[in-house]
């Protein structure tokens, strides 16, 4: 097979995020605490989120400051040829398009009721069109975004299928909620940059670190408990030191202890 000549496009300054979360607040932070380190918030315009509409996406907006929801091209192309392939039509879906690249929802409302015309009976395609309908009037924001902006695109997908997929779901594979997660930070881990050396390293320097602390711990307890030992033979009954006050090892054992002068 021969090899193309062609340099993929890489990236640059992409950071990646990802792992299992309890909530979508926690992802967002994450990005929030970024964005704030790296950029000078006060001179940052817009910060747009791209997605599908899921909820979780969605969240982004109310966490990120100056943030827009943008509906991303891929998902929203789906649900265009869910509405028109059957059709073989292509002058209607031009029109679809271009109500959608003008974001005029009464033309936008004009080419479905076409559609559904031309559809004819078949109540399972007509379902599916009234789907694609509703999906996109729901993501209405992020179309009118994406058309006053000229945003063109998102690689969220690729991403999603380079970075995760292909190790974690693209072959059948078994995951406990504790190994995905392992195995997605260790994923975005190595995307930033990371080298899973270091990780090695600082696990064993922290392994060794806990060691120490442990035997100084153990080290402290024995010399406390020597120290209680002697301690009682010291405050022990003896003779010496209750009886015989004119003896001279009365007097020094007495100096000694600072029960008398």
Not at 38 to 46: H, I, N, R
Not at 189 to 212: E, H
Request: charged content about 30%; hydrophobic content about 30%.
């Amino acid at each position: 097979m021969k090899k193309s000549n062609k340099k993929r496009k890489v990236l640059k300054n992409v950071r990646y995020f990802g792992g299992v979360y309890k909530n979508s607040e926690d992802l967002w932070l994450e990005v929030s605490e970024y964005i704030y380190k790296q950029y000078d918030v006060d001179f940052l315009e817009t910060v747009y989120i791209s997605g599908d509409g899921a909820s979780w996406i969605r969240q982004g907006v109310n966490c990120l400051s100056k943030s827009k929801f943008v509906l991303d091209r891929y998902h929203l192309q789906k649900y265009v040829r869910v509405a028109t392939t059957h059709l073989n039509d292509e002058a209607i879906s031009q029109d679809l398009q271009e109500a959608l690249n003008l974001s005029d929802k009464k033309m936008l409302t004009k080419v479905f009721k076409k559609i559904i015309e031309k559809t004819g009976d078949n109540e399972n395609k007509i379902k599916a069109i009234k789907n694609a309908k509703r999906y996109i009037l729901n993501n209405w924001d992020g179309i009118e975004i994406r058309s006053n902006r000229g945003i063109v695109g998102c690689s969220a997908e690729g991403h999603v299928s380079h970075v995760f997929s292909s190790r974690l779901s693209s072959r059948p594979k078994g995951w406990s909620r504790k190994g995905v997660e392992k195995m997605s930070k260790l994923i975005i881990y190595k995307k930033n940059g990371g080298k899973v050396y270091d990780i090695v390293m600082a696990q064993k320097q922290k392994k060794l670190a806990s060691s120490r602390q442990e035997i100084q711990e153990k080290l402290i307890k024995e010399l406390k408990k020597s120290s209680n030992r002697y301690e009682s033979v010291w405050n022990s009954n003896l003779t010496v030191i209750h009886k015989g006050c004119k003896t001279g090892l009365y007097k020094e054992l007495r100096r000694i202890i600072g029960i008398c002068g």
